[in-house]
């Protein structure tokens, strides 16, 4: 998807530099504040330009296409962990010589596929 921040704006943005990011290219700060901070910069350059109602508009679209595409990645992560979940399953029972039915082996997957998401969604200290 092409960017539709005005020329001037994308080169104010280019011209950040990697010591106003994070200084010392340290990389001290995680990947998530790293693009606060950009995301800042970029709020910043916006608010200081002459037609801010249409930047600040412009500006929500892109961050909302980004929000869609962030979602239909966690859409296809979470089709690509269940598929993962399942082949384990159905390979596990194989191995083992289970006599199961395909539902309950697929009831197992299903189980393990949310252990796993919910496992995923705990926040580290």
């Known amino acids: 998807m092409k960017s539709t921040l005005p020329v001037a704006r994308s080169a104010s943005l280019a011209k950040v530099r990697a010591d106003d990011v ?16 950009v995301i800042d910069a970029g709020f910043l350059s916006v608010l200081h330009g002459t037609d801010k109602e249409t930047d600040l508009a412009e500006l929500a679209h892109e961050i909302g ?17 269940f598929t ?39 926040i580290e200290p």
Do not use: W
């Open 22 to 37: 994070c200084p010392s290219h340290s990389f001290n700060c995680s990947l998530y504040a790293m693009l606060l901070k």
């Open 65 to 81: 296409a980004i929000s869609a595409r962030l979602a239909e990645a966690e859409r296809v992560l979470d089709r690509t962990l």
């Open 84 to 122: 993962a979940c399942a082949a384990y399953a159905y390979a596990r029972h194989a191995a083992l010589g289970t006599k199961k039915s395909d539902e309950t082996i697929a009831a197992e997957a299903r189980a393990a596929f949310e252990r796993q998401r919910s496992l995923a969604l705990e």
